[in-house]
């Protein structure tokens, strides 16, 4: 089955920093476009980053420069997010997605990251 | 940042019958240089991650039935559900792939009437 599995989530203090993974599995990333968008639960979807199949371009969402940085290790099939600095409107389930070109057509569950004391 | 405004924010629809969402985006994403519009289509059930339903503004995902279309151009939209299933019971995005950041609609949910 074709899938791709975020972990890494869970409860951090405002200022800390958590790393989350995707791994895919049944299917290839290292040829695709990946992506990072979160979503408050029960609220809309909010575009994180891009990052292409060499590395050779990546995108943020203004609010998160400087902040987080997405990268990829494509002999792991895995694309990172590491997020710094983190503060209270960071909360939310983050979903990595693969795509052809910029249309995100396979996505992972998802993992919740809670940035609170 | 191309702003995507959705409309209605819910609707309630009898089984059978059509639904239809708007989108209307705050700058046009047609492309001159390839005609097409940088729009998709997102369903989203409770629970689930987003699922792609349409791509380039018209064009349907590998295994989405039919009776979901969309259509239009440059800067309006629209998402139309030709014969309301019970399991289309969701909220839809919209979502614009055009340039960076990639933004998105606010959602409609669909319900049954």
């Known amino acids: 089955e074709m899938q791709l599995v975020e972990s890494g989530g869970g409860l951090v203090q405002p200022g800390g920093s958590l790393r989350l993974s995707c791994a895919a599995s049944?299917?290839?990333?290292?040829?695709?476009?990946m992506t990072w968008v979160r979503q408050v639960p029960g609220m809309g979807l909010e575009w994180v980053a891009n990052i292409k199949e060499d590395e050779s371009e990546k995108y943020y969402l203004d609010s998160v420069k400087g902040r987080f940085t997405i990268s990829r290790d494509n002999a792991k099939n895995s694309v990172y997010l590491q997020m710094n600095s983190l503060r209270a409107e960071d909360t939310a389930v983050y979903y990595c997605?693969?795509?052809?070109?910029?249309?995100?057509?396979?996505w992972g569950q998802g993992t919740l990251v809670t940035v609170s004391s | 940042d191309i702003v995507m405004t959705q409309s209605p924010d819910s609707l309630a629809v009898s089984l059978g019958e059509r639904a239809t969402i708007n989108c209307k985006s705050s700058?046009?994403?047609?492309?001159?240089?390839?005609?097409?519009?940088?729009l998709a289509w997102f369903q989203q059930k409770p629970g689930q991650p987003p699922k792609l339903l349409i791509y380039w503004a018209s064009t349907r995902e590998s295994g989405v039935p039919d009776r979901f279309s969309g259509s239009g151009s440059g800067t309006d939209f629209t998402l139309t559900i030709s014969s309301l299933q019970a399991e289309d019971v969701a909220v839809y995005f919209c979502h614009q792939y055009y340039g960076a950041p990639l933004t998105f609609g606010g959602g409609t949910k669909v319900e049954i009437k």
């Open positions: 049944g299917l290839t990333s290292s040829d695709y476009w």
């Open positions: 700058q046009s994403v047609l492309s001159r240089s390839t005609n097409k519009n940088f």
């Open positions: 997605a693969r795509g052809r070109g910029w249309i995100f057509n396979h």
